[in-house]
């Protein structure tokens, strides 16, 4: 840091001891200067303390919060890592929690540190009591699937939470498309957290993302060859009935009669495509090379 820059610095410093000692007439400038700081490495927790006390003293708590509201929606916020974005929404959460007593708006905040820092326990822990507190059970597996990818616990742990959580679900309460993706890299863990996510999404007519889901899991996901096969013919049941799209059915039907052309269920749905002009021609070769196969 160059003189220039020290001497700002510590004038900058010197306003801010003053006001939070004395009068805080600008809070937004308080609030900048400790950005400043966490820029350079700085945390500098009791004068972020001292911020949110003189607000009490001298009656600048609106002030303060419009700040905080002002700062972490504008391009500043962005400007920062995301470490230092998750400091600075952390301080807020507490300035509304522990100074408004807004917990909403709190929770705002705890919600958007995780969209940038996934693992942060303290905002994933007091998000988890909130939603456990308020039995919001859609809110808690919009929770456990914003921090899937990179959890703020052990993954083994977490996927055994979204799955009672998820299982519990009744159909007028749907878990958002997105979050249902987001949870399948959870599977390692607990392949029986796809048959949960799956039947979520037929009881809520979903059809069409249970087989995306499913799709999904055939993709490098480390399960037996049985259980791969389970998969596909639950995918030509789903495409053949309520997802309503039989063409789709078309390349699990393929692969398992190249496994064993004797396969019931597959020559049967093929026989059934021989009537959709889509497939039509696909369905017919699979079928004669089933045969030819088994001669």
Known sequence: MSATADKARAQRLQRLKSSLGNCLEHPEAALETL???????????ESWEGLHAAAVRDGKEPELAAA????TVSRRLKQLTPPERASVLLHAADFFQGIRGDGAGAEGFLWRILESVPDHADAFARLERRCSAA??????AELYALVAATPPRTPGELATAALDIISMLPSQSPLSDEACRKLLVLLPESQTLLGVLEKHC???GRFELACE??????????????????????????????????????SHIEHLLDQDPSDAQARAAAEHLL??????SRAAAALLAARRQLR
């Open 202 to 204: 037929r009881n809520t």
């Open 213 to 250: 889901l499913l799709e999904a899991s055939l993709e490098g996901n480390p399960v037996s060859k049985v259980k791969m096969i389970e998969r596909r013919r639950h995918l030509i049941e789903l495409y053949m009935g309520d997802a309503k799209t039989p063409e789709k059915a078309i």
């Open 135 to 140: 039995n919001d059970r859609v809110r808690l």
């Open 35 to 45: 950005m400043l700081e966490l820029q350079i490495g700085e945390l500098q927790p």
């Open 275 to 280: 009537r959709d002009h889509k497939v039509a």
């Open 68 to 71: 905080y509201g002002k700062v």
